[in-house]
């Protein structure tokens, strides 16, 4: 039974590579249009990759027999190959013969194109008497938005009156509009119909703010998705749901133009509802809203308060002087800070977390609100650790130097370092040391514990006492 169904919806199923614009002529059923005052409910679905899925539902009086159906409102950067339409009153009675996508669309310079060659009629306020006067004149070009009229026997152009159209040309239409060639045996006097496409010119992203207490231990997070509708079409009361994960997709059409929103530093309650989906995870607006075109929304994700922080300090150490003296060359590191936090039930969240930015704040001894640093994190599963880079320490700095290199065989070396840290500040900290090291290598001796933290980084904890320093060695063996 289920494969008969999907057998016939992907009969009913119209993808159409290539789209001629024309009107369907008229058959023995007549023509039917459909506006968007038609709709019963319509869902959007937006990808992260600047692609939206509609699915329009309208309830329709079409006559059985052939006929062609104007259908109307529908997005600008609709792909047409995408369509599909269906009747559900009586699944299998509507049948589409032909399928044409017309976006010729009402516009002054389009509407002057269509009457080159063609005869209007100009208006233009007369100085002396202060009336409106009427001259006909015929259109010969209107290249570069410039009309060229010919007057009687005379040519000009830059006319300052308005001018006067006597009707809207047979191949102009206001909005993008489907136009189907259907085939109907439905007998009764209406039916619902269901219309679903893949458009260009939506995405959406998550924005997060965090603010840190005064101790750094604890933090309060909000997030917001930012819907951003390019798609030019208008999408009232809809029911909204997006779509978190990398969704392949051939390259084709893209025209994505992102709008950046407002971020808000508190957030309401959270207003979508998450399942997983797929391989993918979808989020579901609780109500319907209105995305309107050429605009950026914003909504509530989620708030997580008081979620425990962790923060940490790290210098990233030499990496590119393994394979040789570097002679008696002292370099100076950045120490960088970060926190972490875990997305898990226990630590106030366990939801998904839509790649985004995190924003990151603090208030100050004044109780004014600063920033304090930014990092992208990508996709991110519950209870896995969420870690951001926020900038560089100003009160700690280290120094790197290479204190010995030799050849201990014709494939094996050792290297030597120290590094030697200076805190600043007024209270005791650990430095995370680590660095990439290349070959089959093994740690000799360190002046703290030492780990292999992988095949190529090695990871060093080194506590520094407040307004103290601290120097820290290490020995590695490499065979190449």
């Known amino acids: ?12 199923m119209l993808m159409v590579g290539m789209v001629g614009v024309f009107t369907c002529p008229a058959h023995a059923g007549g023509t039917s249009v459909s506006k968007a005052s038609d709709q019963t409910a319509l869902e959007v679905t937006v990808y992260n990759n600047n692609l939206g899925l509609v699915k329009d539902r309208r309830h329709l009086a079409i006559p059985p027999g052939t006929l ?4 109307m409102d529908v997005a600008e950067q609709i792909n047409p190959a995408t369509v599909y339409i269906r009747s559900l009153t009586s699944p299998g009675s509507l049948a589409v013969l032909e399928q044409n996508y017309e976006y010729d669309l009402l516009n002054p310079a389009r509407l002057l194109d269509k009457y080159v060659g ?15 006067e009427t001259v006909t004149a015929r259109v010969l070009s209107n290249a570069g938005g410039s009309p060229v009229f010919q007057i009687g026997s005379e040519i000009t152009f830059g006319h300052p009156g308005r001018i006067i159209f006597p009707r809207i040309p047979d191949n102009l239409i206001s ?23 893949l458009t260009g010119g939506m995405s959406w992203r998550a924005d997060y703010v965090l603010v840190l207490d005064e101790e750094d231990r604890l933090g309060n997070l909000s997030g917001w998705v930012t819907v951003n509708n390019q798609s030019g079409a208008t999408y009232a009361n809809a029911t909204l749901k997006l779509v978190a994960g990398d969704v392949n997709r051939v390259p084709e059409y893209r025209n994505e133009r992102v709008a950046r929103g407002v971020m808000m530093d508190t957030a309401a309650a959270p207003q979508f509802q998450e399942e997983s989906f797929f391989e993918y995870h979808l989020y579901s607006l609780q109500h319907p809203t209105t995305l309107k075109e050429r605009s950026t929304k914003q909504i509530s994700l989620l708030t997580a308060p008081e979620i425990q922080i962790k923060k940490e300090y790290r210098l990233n150490n030499a990496g590119d002087i393994y394979y040789e003296d570097a002679g008696d060359r002292e370099t100076r590191r950045k120490v960088s800070v970060s926190v972490e936090f875990k997305n898990t039930e226990a630590n106030k969240m366990g939801m998904p977390l839509p790649k985004g930015i995190i924003r ?14 930014e990092d992208t994190i990508q996709h991110t599963p519950k209870d896995e650790a969420v870690r951001l880079k926020l900038g560089d320490v100003f009160d700690v700095v280290a120094t790197s130097k290479q204190t ?17 840290i200076r805190n600043h500040k007024n209270e005791d900290i650990q430095i995370l040391l680590s660095d990439s090291v290349p070959g089959d290598w093994r740690i000799m001796e360190s002046s703290h514990k030492a780990v292999k933290a992988s095949s190529s980084l090695l ?17 590695v063996r490499m065979r190449f």
């Open 175 to 197: 909005r993008p509009s489907l136009i189907w060639l259907l085939k109907n045996d439905f007998k009764g006097k209406a039916q619902d119909i269901e219309v679903a496409y």
């Open 404 to 420: 010995d290199w030799k050849k201990i065989s014709k494939d094996t070396s050792e290297a030597s370092f120290k590094v030697t």
């Open 68 to 71: 062609s159906l104007s259908f």
């Open 360 to 373: 990151t704040y603090k208030y100050d001894k004044s109780n004014s609100l600063q920033f304090t640093g």
């Open 1 to 12: 039974m289920k494969i008969k169904k999907l057998f016939g919806l992907c009969v009913t």
């Open 459 to 475: 990871e060093m904890t080194v506590p520094v006492g407040k307004a103290g320093e601290t120097v820290a060695t290490y020995r």
């Open 118 to 132: 063609q005869e209007v009629k100009l208006y233009s306020r007369n100085p002396y008497t202060d009336k409106e």
